[in-house]
């Protein structure tokens, strides 16, 4: 029989190993007790903050012996932030963390043959800060100086922690940011506030081409009218050289996402350049792309070096996106098609291949659900499917579409290793996994991309 634990009780715990989200994990009398902060091998003083059944949390009060690998975080918010959850964390021990993340979820998930998978070290950075290209930072109006606040929310709350220098941002990135919330101050924008639903403006979206060097600015809004909204646009134009595309996203409902459906143009272009190994892309507001440009570099040299390209394949590129993972690759291939459900996504794929004289892609709108069985009827079976689905995995109609018509060979791009490991109980059932390379798109964070290569068994 498991203890139950009492809120505020005092325990030492040693801590074995790193959660999920990069919390430490001990146990008590056969109880899992998550403590943030702690990393393994610490001897640690807590107290119990939330008891449950199955598990407790708690907060760490004191390290009575400490890892060698703990580093002191150089953030001066990194606490309150939540946005990073191993800055306290020597970066190499990240790696292997990320290493044994995978390892975890497959051992929670078991598909077949798990055990002999090969798992390769996660692929690092040589500098793994300020690596973002994107800052998606939420506004505020500070009662008590009357200046507009732009950062993140608390882990698990609306409480808004102000950041001004984000040590995994891109510095252009930041100083937009910062340039942008004392404008906003400066010309008196009415700033979203949630709880009385009441004011305009509730997220700065910056966005930069890391090689072209060209930002674009996303205001998005409650309503379409902002007052004074020309003065500031001249004002941002002026302050702001690298800025070529100001846009507007209204999003009227009150929910988590942060973009509503319409965006209006402003001023200058309505997208920005940006290049991955050597291959250039639009990129326009609400198209995915990327975080980590220089390691997505390395991803998809690592996702086309997992599917054998050759000039005779024919390739499915399931959440296209802009056509970043298909265009890198289209020159090596005979055919690939893509798809996506953002209609804006789908056009910049369709101009980007266009301006790259790319003849032999072809892109449509729809979900890789219904439009891979479409194209399977229509007499088209591709030799090779690529994935690389939302954190949410795959889709279970896509997932039973493989299944039936499975393609010679697969390649799963991952964000989320228990997803993948979930996903890949259906999958080892038809392919044989060939190996999975982690690599680190998210320095300081508990997230990880993995490569999966899979091959139809014979």
């Known amino acids: 029989m498991t203890v139950q634990l009492k809120l505020n009780q005092t325990l030492t715990l040693k801590i074995k190993r790193l959660g999920i989200n990069g919390e430490g994990l001990a146990y008590y009398k056969r109880l899992i007790v998550f403590v943030k902060g702690a990393l393994p091998n610490e001897t640690v003083i807590v107290k119990i903050t939330k008891t449950t059944p199955r598990y407790a949390e708690a907060e760490m009060i004191r390290i009575k012996q400490a890892s060698p690998d703990r ?20 970066y190499a021990k990240q790696l292997d963390f990320k290493t044994d993340l995978l390892r975890q979820a497959l051992e929670k998930y078991r598909p077949n043959g798990y055990k002999h998978y090969q798992l390769k070290q996660a692929i690092g950075m040589e500098n793994p800060w300020h690596y973002r290209n994107k800052a998606q930072f939420q506004l505020r109006k500070n009662p008590k100086s009357n200046k507009v606040e732009a950062g993140l929310y608390q882990a698990d709350s609306h409480q808004l922690v102000p950041i001004t220098d984000c040590f995994v941002q891109e510095p252009v ?58 003065a500031l646009i001249r004002e941002i ?20 996402l942060i973009m509503g459906e319409e965006t209006i143009h402003l001023w200058g272009k309505n997208s920005i350049s940006e290049k991955i190994n050597q291959v250039a892309f639009e990129l326009s507001p609400r198209a995915f792309f990327q975080l980590n440009p220089t390691q997505t570099k390395i991803l998809y040299q690592e996702a086309i070096k997992a599917l054998d390209a050759t000039n005779d394949k024919t390739i499915v590129d399931a959440y296209c996106g802009v056509g970043t993972i298909g265009l ?131």
């Not at 134009?237 to 988590?256: A, G, L, W, Y």
């Open 328 to 458: 890198s690759l289209a020159n090596q291939v005979r055919e690939v098609r893509g798809m996506d459900i953002i209609p804006q996504a789908i056009e910049d794929a369709k101009k980007n291949a266009k301006k790259l004289g790319i003849t032999n892609t072809h892109y449509e709108k729809g979900t890789a659900e219904e439009l891979l069985p479409k194209w399977l009827k229509e007499g088209f079976a591709p030799d090779v499917i690529i994935v690389d689905p939302p954190r949410t995995g795959l889709d279970d109609k896509l997932l039973q579409t493989i299944i039936q018509q499975p393609s010679q060979q697969m390649v799963y791009i991952s964000c989320n290793v228990s997803t993948l490991a979930r996903d890949l109980v259906s999958l080892s059932k038809i392919y044989q996994v060939d190996y999975l390379q982690s690599v680190d798109m998210f320095p300081q964070t508990a997230r990880c991309e993995v490569v999966v290569k899979l091959s139809k068994k014979e």
């Open 173 to 230: 990135t930041q100083a937009v940011v910062n340039t942008v919330s004392q404008l906003l101050t400066k010309y008196e924008i009415p700033i979203y506030n949630e709880r009385k639903n009441s004011g305009i403006l509730r997220t700065l979206m910056v966005r930069v081409g890391i090689e072209t060097n060209e930002a674009q600015l996303v205001l998005i809004s409650r309503t379409k009218k902002i007052p004074r909204i020309n």
């Open 71 to 90: 580093v002191i975080p150089p953030c001066p918010v990194y606490e309150e932030c939540g946005g990073c959850q191993l800055q306290h964390l020597a």
């Open 237 to 256: 134009h002026q302050r702001c050289p690298e800025i070529v595309s100001i846009m507007q996203n209204i999003q009227d409902k009150k929910t988590s």
